[in-house]
């Protein structure tokens, strides 16, 4: 009897394993070891979680759900350490994961009870088990895809903690509940409309969570198309700065060039009666008198240039010492606005970080290459007061008003372009390795 009942609890803890790997989905792009190391690390901790529970349940005759909150919390920690993450993006998809199997066990709950009636769902059963992780799997096969496709989509790109935060408490209130659902004797389920109700519950409960994902989805893709707008506006806001002050300068030149000849055979006169001093005086009252552009060709393409010449003016302004070297067409295989954003990202948090040293060891390198049109290079290194606050293998940002997703979403374009981004420190310097892999857009 012990034996069978072990089997059973063993068989029923093996839903640990689909919902591993649905947690795990979502990080596609985010695992610290990458899938095969971490899939490698996984599986002794999950047959050490499964007879751990079993144990327990066994040992010391606890409920599954009371056996299961240390087997879900030492699951938890596991999980985090191995990802990339902040901790609210991990809180939230592993509630999420676990606030659903529990909807799908209950369900278990109920197809069990036709088959044991005098039977309760506190405890596991073989037949219970066995229905337990056929739900449990089927439902894993057929989620498991879009959670990879736009599940990581969302966690790629979203970098607000609040956000996730309010999810993972949306999917802890639905796990109460479904927690609190389990029958502790399935006779009850027979008692009046008990059962049909059980049913209602159990269909809103998955309902809800379906629709907590969607909504959740389509709200995130809103606050990105924003934050893609508002990025693609402050490049235009640059390009139109930029176009008013090369209009200026035309406009200026206009009328230099107007006056030329006059200026020619003024010189031409003083010239013949051989005014050399007039000549000299003359040549710099009009040298003085021409405009100056103080829009510089840093780069062929014209939004790339209009952003590293707002960065070169907020550099001069902060006493910085900034170094560009960019190789870019006038056309470039990769999202203007992606590639603005990442250099953007860079050189907005260099720019800060050089404003916490002293005069003198104010810098900025820059280099932005393309090579054999496939491969965008984005090299920077800055000077900064040494102070980092690193977290999940990313920086975060310790001014007091400061979120820190600047890196995070440089990462996140990165990635999406098939690229990578490394950052790391040395001392008193920064560095910011990204690269971008091209495609004709």
């Known amino acids: 009897m012990k034996g069978d009942l072990f089997l059973a609890a063993v068989l029923s803890n093996l839903i640990l394993v689909p919902g591993a790997l649905f947690c795990l989905a979502p990080m596609a792009h985010q695992l610290k070891y990458g899938s095969r190391g971490t899939i490698l690390r996984m599986i002794p901790v999950l047959a050490g979680l499964i007879l751990a529970g079993a144990g327990l349940e066994c040992g010391f005759s606890l409920s599954e759900s009371l056996a299961r909150v240390p087997l879900l919390i030492v699951a938890f920690v596991a999980y985090h350490l191995c990802l990339t993450v902040h901790i609210s993006k991990s809180l939230s998809i592993f509630a999420y994961v676990s606030a659903l199997i529990s909807v799908l066990s209950n369900a278990a709950n109920g197809l069990d009870a036709l088959i044991h009636p005098e039977a309760g769902g506190i405890f596991p ?56 659902m389990v029958p502790q004797k399935y006779e009850t389920l027979y008692t009046n409309k008990v ?24 709200i995130v893709e809103s606050i990105l198309n924003v934050a893609k707008i508002q990025a693609k506006t402050q490049v ?171 890196l995070l979403s440089v990462a996140a374009i990165a990635s999406n372009t098939g690229g990578t981004a490394r950052f790391y420190h040395e001392g008193n310097e920064f560095y910011s390795d990204v690269m971008m892999r091209a495609e004709y857009h």
């Not at 109700?197 to 309902?207: K, N, S, V």
Request: charged fraction near 20%.
């Open 236 to 406: 235009l806001e640059m390009q139109e700065s930029i176009y008013r002050k090369q209009k200026e300068y035309m406009e200026s030149t206009a009328r230099a060039r107007h006056d030329f000849k006059q200026t020619v055979r003024t010189l031409n006169m003083m010239a013949q009666n051989n005014d050399l001093e007039g000549i000299k005086n003359y040549l710099g009252q009009y040298i003085s008198s021409m405009p100056e552009n103080d829009v510089e060709d840093l780069c062929k393409n014209s939004a790339v240039n209009a952003l590293l010449n707002h960065y070169s003016q907020a550099a001069e302004k902060n006493n910085i010492d900034l170094t560009l070297q960019t190789d870019l067409p006038e056309k470039i295989p990769v999202s203007e606005s992606d590639l603005c954003s990442v250099i953007g990202n860079i050189l907005d948090n260099a720019v800060l970080a050089c404003r916490d040293m002293t005069e003198g060891d104010r810098y900025i390198r820059l280099s932005v290459t393309l090579q054999n049109n496939e491969n965008l290079y984005i090299v920077a290194v800055n000077s900064f007061n040494g102070r980092v606050r690193p977290l999940g293998g990313f920086y975060r940002s310790t001014r007091s008003q400061g979120n820190g997703i600047g």
């Open 125 to 180: 059963t073989l037949s219970k088990a066995l229905i337990q992780l056929g739900i449990v799997t089927v439902a894993a096969i057929v989620l498991i895809y879009p959670a990879c496709r736009f599940g990581s989509h969302l966690v790629d790109r979203l970098d607000m903690d609040r956000i996730w935060f309010v999810t993972f408490l949306l999917s802890f209130i639905i796990l109460f509940v479904s927690i609190n």
């Open 195 to 218: 059962y049909r109700i059980f049913w209602i519950l159990e269909g809103t409960l998955l309902a809800l969570l379906i629709l907590l994902s969607v909504i959740f989805y389509f």
